[in-house]
């Protein structure tokens, strides 16, 4: 059985020791909406932006989110005067990230995986974004981070803490000191050099108190060699992974109105589950920042299956609660897909979209199983190497440009100087 994220609160009381005892975290929130909208990291302006804003004027929102970013797609290829403007999207997974980690190592294997100029990344896939942005040089890291690491290596359970006034059922602190151990300051030094080069970083987080998405420009995080940079750059990743209830959630220092506050982020799964941009806005809107528009490539890695499972649920009300929640999320996420789906054929780019096929049936009850997690890396793998990527969201029909579904036998619609361009 695949194992949800949110599933994973409930599964901990049934798996994990009653241990430790509570702990209060103590807030300096935020109780206005209006001061919250001005609410800056100190000493990094312009790091993060609320994700589901839909401005008035999608072009002067572009330039002002882009303000703080160098010249995007500098260094990208280009194809008959117009840069290749390739994106990949990370999706959340829980235990599942091991799927994307696999896909991209397996992609690079097969030999046509490109430099991405912009990376996306949600709960696992903020775990591997970092190491995806990077390049096939971190596939090794990838694999170790996804398949040799224990449940016990990852949290340590706080069931009495949880249950008693604490933050979550269990502790994260096994995983803060991996975060930390993977991504040090020469870390940071080579995501900066990269963002210097025009390619984009982004990573998504919930912020509880206002109840919205929130995106943080990781190259901007890294261009800043204070400790508290670093210590930031692993806290956005730490909180976007913060699946709710099971795992605490992380305070951000922030500074509104001259004086200091703290906001709660947790998993960006709560919020969104995969996303393409940093602001709601169409993608031409970022036509502006290039010469001439350019070729667009989406690619979406889904850590987990987007089809219907089928399993007998046992009438109880922690199997029904759990089962109706991952159901919840699947359908959700595959309505975010959706949308990016149109997003894409509105701007005439190429959409491609891979999960975890409906034949894999690796069983597990863990929460992080190395056995698992092997067996869903080794098959992300096969999915890379083989490289056949999805046109249109599965159970959609796919449609065209026009918007009409295509005649059939025709074709699916994909920019010819993007097809020319893909290898």
Request: charged content about 20%.
């Given at each position: ?76 290829k280009t194809i008959e005067g117009r840069k290749v403007v390739d994106t ?44 995806a942005f990077l390049g096939p040089s971190e596939d090794e890291k990838l ?107 992380v305070q951000i220092e922030v500074e509104a109105g001259g004086k200091m ?163």
């Amino acid at each position: 059985m695949l194992v949800p994220r949110l599933h994973v609160a409930l599964l901990l009381v049934l798996t994990l020791a009653l241990t430790g005892c509570a702990t209060i975290l103590t807030r300096n929130g935020i109780s206005s909406a209006s001061l919250a909208e001005t609410a800056e990291i100190p000493g990094m302006p312009g790091v993060r932006f609320w994700a589901d804003e839909v401005p008035t004027n999608p072009l002067t929102e572009v330039r002002r989110r882009t303000a703080h970013m160098p010249q995007l797609a500098r260094h990208a290829k280009t194809i008959e005067g117009r840069k290749v403007v390739d994106t990949l999207a990370l999706s959340g997974g829980g235990s599942d990230g091991a799927f994307g980690a696999g896909v991209l190592t397996g992609w690079t294997k097969r030999g046509d995986r490109p430099e991405f100029q912009l990376v996306t990344g949600v709960s696992a896939g903020a775990i591997i974004a970092p190491f995806a942005f990077l390049g096939p040089s971190e596939d090794e890291k990838l694999h170790t981070i996804w398949t040799q690491y224990k449940q016990d290596q990852v949290v340590t359970p706080e069931i009495l803490s949880g249950l008693f006034g604490g933050p979550a059922l269990s502790s994260t602190a096994p995983l803060q000191s991996l975060i930390a151990y993977y991504i040090d300051r020469p870390f940071l030094d080579r995501i900066a050099a990269q963002y210097k080069r025009g390619r984009i970083l982004l990573v998504l987080t919930t912020n509880l108190d206002a109840q919205r998405p929130v995106v943080w420009n990781m190259g901007e995080i890294a261009l800043n060699r204070s400790p508290e940079a670093t210590e930031l750059f692993r806290k956005v990743i730490l909180a976007s992974a913060a699946i709710p209830a099971a795992f605490p959630p992380v305070q951000i220092e922030v500074e509104a109105g001259g004086k200091m506050y703290d906001e709660l982020h947790v998993d960006g799964g709560t919020t969104r589950e995969v996303f393409v941009s940093p602001v709601e806005a169409p993608l031409k809107a970022f036509d502006v920042l290039y010469d001439k528009p350019p070729i667009r490539r989406i690619f979406i890695i889904k850590n987990g299956k987007a089809t219907p499972s089928q399993e007998v649920v046992k009438p109880t009300t922690l199997q029904i609660a759990g089962r109706s929640i991952s159901t919840l999320i699947k359908s959700q996420n595959m309505g975010e897909v959706y949308h990016i789906y149109r997003v894409a054929l509105d701007a005439g780019a190429d959409f491609n979209f891979l999960a975890v096929p409906p034949s894999f049936d690796f069983q597990t009850k863990e929460i992080y199983d190395p056995k698992y997690q092997a067996a869903l890396f080794a098959e992300g793998m096969k999915v890379g190497r083989r490289g056949i990527w999805m046109k249109h969201p599965p159970g959609q029909a796919p449609i065209n440009v026009n918007g009409e579904q295509p005649r059939p036998g025709a074709p699916e619609p994909i920019a010819a100087a993007a097809a020319a361009g893909s290898g």
